[in-house]
């Protein structure tokens, strides 16, 4: 709940928010009980369970770092123990989207020009 107020935080009129807790709290008590309590703790660490359906379940740890430069936004870095199932998962995953991109046409510019062909003549 903490976490939650923290990121509605720097957004304090935004509809969207007042909405989704407006309905949270009409459907659950708790949830209202402990939205009154105007808790603010970010969490900015914690240890999750995922499941991917390609690879299974994964067990790993993120940090999440503030975009100062972009208002409202974090990165959230995920990572797993080294040796561990999850860490292999992880490769597993690197590897699965090295070839879906490999399968896909190269990406054209707006002019129907390839960014990645160098046009550069060298001096």
Known sequence: MGNLRALSAPFPNDP???EIVGQLAMHSPAFATLWARYEVRPRTSEDKRLFHPQVGEMRLHYEAFTVTSARGQQLFVYSAEPGTPSADALILLRGIAAEALADRPPVRASNGAD?????TTPR
Request: aromatic fraction near 0%.
């Open 115 to 119: 960014p990645s062909a160098d046009t």
């Open 16 to 18: 969207r928010v007042t």
